[in-house]
C-alpha cells in the first residue's frame, strides 16, 4: 500500500501525463474492482473497459457513472487511465462522422395511448404487454430488418427504446437523446443530457403540449418538448455524489415518479472511502415545472456513524435500498410500489431487498415486505481489499426488477416480479404483500438469477434468467465468459406460482461468450421476446416456449445515418414492440460481452 501512494503522489507532481503513466493510476484506483482476478465482482472487467474509447472512458469519469471515482483524478490522470486501458478509436466524433437524413415533418407525433410502447413497462403496472402491436403471433418469423441507427463514438448501447405514434426516443451511454422516425430511422432531433441516459423515455402531456421525460446518471431529470427537443425544465432529484437514475420514470396524473439508485456500492469497495451514506428514495414530481412535491427514503433513518474500518477510515449507516427499477402504479388503491437493493453497511435495514408500498400523493411508506434479510454487500467483498466488505456480508441479491401489477381473470390481483437470488415472487397487494408463492429458476448470484425485467400477460409471468458465469480461466486473470452456463426462459403461472414451461437457450460458442438472458422479457398476445448476452434476440411461443424467430444481432449494420455500428450483447434494455415494429439495442458488453452501438428496427417485408 506505502509503495502504491508513493507512486500516486509522484504522478502528481511529475506534470503532464503519458498514456503509460495510465498503468500506475490504474493500479492505485481501478485494479481493485476490474481486475479479472476479481471477476466475481460486479464491476465490469478491465477487457470489457478495453472496448470504450479513450474519451469515452474520460467521459464516464467526468459526468459519467464513474463520476465519483473520477473525482479525486486530476485531469492529467483520467486522460491517462483512460489511454491506457483503451484499444478502441480515440475520438468519439472522428471515425464516424454522421450523414443522418433530417425527417421530412413533425408528424404522427400524439399523447400516448394503447397501441405505443411508452415508457418502460407499456402501462403503470408494467406488464411489458403489447396487447395490439400491430403484429400476431404467427406473423413474428416473418420479421426482417426494416433499419439500423448507429449510435455515433459510442462502444455500448443498452437503453430501452420507446415507440410513440410513428416516433421513436431512445438514450445513450454519451448523454445524447434522440428522437426518430419509426419508419425510416429518419432524425427529428437530438439532445445532449449532462449524463449518460439508461432509462426509457417517457412521453406524457403537460399544459404546454406532449413533453419528453429523461432521467440521467447524474440523477437529473428533464423535460423537453416531444417534438422540437428543446429543454423546458432540469432538476436534480437527489444531492449525492453517488446518485444516479438507473430506473425509468413514470408519470401519470400530471406528475413524474423518479426511483434513485447509486453507485456508492462500488465507490464503497476503497478502504479510504467513508462507507456509506447513501439511501435510495423515490421523489414525485410536478410534470408541467418540475417542482418537487414529495420525496420519500426507502430507508428513513438518516445514516449516522458507527465506528471506523481497520486502518480508521469513519463508518457510516444505514445506508442502501436503492431502487434499480421503474416504479408500479396501482391506480385502483391510489398505491406506488417499488422494489429495492440491498445494504451497503451492516446491519441491513428492514426496507433493503423488499417490496415497499407508498401512498402516491403523499409518499407515506404504508407497508414493507421484505423479501431477503441481512443482506449487507457491497464491492469491498468482491475485492483483495475487503476492508469496507460489511460484518457478514450477505449474498449482494437484490431486485433490479420492478413489480408486474396482474389482475387475473378471476380478479385477483398478484404482485410479481424475479430476484437476483433467482427467486421468483408472487405477493398480494392488498393484504401487506403477504407472499402467495415462491418460485426458485436458478442459481442466482451477484449477476445470476432474474436481472432487470419480467414481462407478464394476463396469466403468466415471463422470467429471463442470467446466471452469467466467468470461468475458470477468468478468474486466474485469463480467458472469460462460461459458454455452459447461464440462460433460459420461465413462463411461472400467476395464480399458482407453477412453472407452466422453461426453455433452455442454445449453446453460444465456441468459448468466452455468455447465453445469459439478463435483458427484460417482452410479450405480445402468443409470443414473448426475450434478448441473450450472446447477441441473438428471440421469440418464444407463449403456449409452450416453442422458439419461432430467432436473429443475430452481434454483426454489423449499413445504417441509416452513416455511422459505423455493430451489434453486440443485448442487456439492460429490452425489445420495444408496436405499430408492427420490434425494436432493441445491441452492444453492452459490461460483463465481458459482445461490444457494439446501434439501434436495430424489424417488421414485416
Known amino acids: 500500500m506505502r509503495r502504491l501512494l508513493i507512486a500516486g503522489i ?22 481493485t474492482c476490474h481486475d479479472s482476478s476479481n471477476a466475481a465482482n460486479r464491476a465490469p472487467r478491465r477487457d470489457a473497459l478495453a472496448g470504450f474509447s479513450a474519451d469515452r472512458i474520460v467521459s464516464a469519469l467526468e459526468s ?38 433530417s425527417c421530412a415533418t413533425d408528424t404522427g407525433l400524439r399523447e400516448s395511448n394503447g397501441l405505443d410502447w411508452n415508457g418502460w413497462g407499456v402501462d403503470l403496472a408494467n406488464y411489458r404487454f403489447a396487447r395490439d402491436p400491430g403484429l400476431r403471433a404467427e406473423q413474428v418469423p416473418q420479421l426482417t430488418l426494416k433499419w439500423a441507427f448507429g449510435f455515433e463514438g459510442e ?40 449524463g449518460g441516459v439508461r432509462t426509457a423515455v417517457r412521453i406524457v402531456q403537460t399544459p404546454t403540449g406532449l413533453s419528453a421525460i429523461v432521467a440521467d446518471l447524474r440523477a437529473t431529470v428533464y423535460s423537453l418538448d416531444a417534438k422540437t427537443g428543446q429543454l423546458q425544465w432540469k432538476v436534480r432529484v437527489e444531492d449525492h455524489r453517488a446518485s444516479r437514475i438507473s430506473g425509468s420514470p413514470v408519470t401519470v396524473s400530471g406528475q413524474i415518479f423518479v426511483p434513485v439508485s447509486s453507485g456508492e456500492e462500488a465507490t464503497g469497495s476503497q478502504p479510504g472511502y467513508e462507507c456509506c451514506t447513501f439511501r435510495g428514495s423515490i421523489v414525485a414530481l410536478d ?49 406506488l410500489y417499488v422494489a429495492t437493493g440491498d445494504a451497503y453497511t451492516h446491519p441491513a435495514a428492514p426496507t433493503t431487498d423488499a417490496v415497499v408500498a407508498l401512498d402516491i400523493k403523499t409518499g407515506a411508506i404504508k407497508w414493507v415486505r421484505q423479501l431477503l434479510a441481512n443482506d449487507a454487500w457491497n464491492m469491498a467483498c468482491g475485492s483483495t481489499d475487503q476492508t469496507n466488505c460489511p460484518e457478514n456480508e450477505g449474498p449482494d441479491a437484490d431486485f433490479g426488477q420492478p413489480p408486474i401489477l396482474v389482475t387475473l381473470a ?6 410479481t416480479l424475479g430476484q437476483k437470488s433467482a427467486m421468483v415472487y408472487g405477493l398480494d397487494p392488498d393484504d401487506q404483500g403477504r407472499v402467495l408463492w415462491t418460485r426458485k429458476i436458478g442459481r442466482g448470484g451477484m449477476i445470476g438469477g432474474a436481472e432487470w425485467g419480467s414481462a407478464a400477460d394476463d396469466k403468466n409471468i415471463y422470467v429471463p ?39 433452455k437457450p442454445p449453446r453460444c460458442g465456441p468459448e468466452n461468450c455468455s447465453s445469459a438472458q439478463a435483458s427484460p422479457a417482452s410479450v405480445i398476445p402468443g409470443a414473448v421476446f426475450s434478448g441473450s448476452l450472446d447477441g441473438h434476440l428471440r421469440a418464444y411461443a407463449t403456449s409452450d416456449g416453442r422458439v419461432i424467430w430467432d436473429v443475430e444481432t452481434a454483426r454489423e449494420f449499413t445504417t441509416v445515418n452513416g455511422v459505423k455500428a455493430t451489434g453486440g450483447s443485448i442487456d439492460v434494455g429490452g425489445a420495444a414492440i408496436a405499430s408492427g415494429f420490434v425494436l432493441t439495442t445491441s452492444g453492452n458488453p459490461t460483463w465481458g460481452g459482445k461490444r457494439g452501438n446501434v439501434l436495430i428496427a424489424y417488421a414485416l417485408p
Open 465 to 503: 434468467l442470467s446466471d452469467l458465469t466467468f470461468n475458470r480461466e477468468a478468474i486466474r486473470g485469463r480467458g472469460g465468459l462460461s459458454p455452459d452456463v447461464g440462460g433460459g426462459l420461465f413462463a411461472i403461472d400467476v395464480a399458482s406460482g407453477e412453472v407452466v414451461w422453461s426453455a
Open 64 to 101: 459519467g457513472a464513474m463520476r465519483q471515482q473520477g473525482e479525486p483524478m486530476s485531469g492529467a490522470e483520467r486522460r491517462a487511465v483512460a489511454a491506457y486501458l483503451s484499444s478502441a478509436p480515440g475520438s468519439a466524433g472522428d471515425a464516424n462522422p454522421s450523414i443522418a437524413t
Open 10 to 31: 509522484a504522478l502528481l507532481c511529475a506534470g503532464p501525463l503519458r498514456a503509460q503513466d495510465g498503468a500506475a493510476v490504474y493500479t492505485q484506483r481501478c485494479a
Open 155 to 194: 462502444i455500448s448501447a443498452a437503453t430501452q427504446p420507446i415507440i410513440v405514434g410513428d416516433w421513436v426516443f431512445v438514450g445513450s451511454t454519451s448523454g445524447r437523446v434522440y428522437a426518430l422516425g419509426l419508419r425510416d430511422g429518419c432524425t427529428h432531433w437530438t439532445f445532449k443530457a449532462d
Open 410 to 415: 378471476s380478479g385477483k390481483r398478484v404482485l
Open 287 to 335: 410534470a408541467a415545472t418540475g417542482k418537487v412535491a414529495w420525496k420519500t427514503y426507502l430507508i428513513p433513518e438518516a445514516p449516522q456513524p458507527v465506528g471506523r474500518n481497520k486502518i480508521g477510515t469513519q463508518v457510516w449507516g444505514p445506508a442502501g435500498a436503492a431502487v434499480w427499477s421503474a416504479p408500479t402504479i396501482d391506480v385502483k388503491t391510489g398505491m
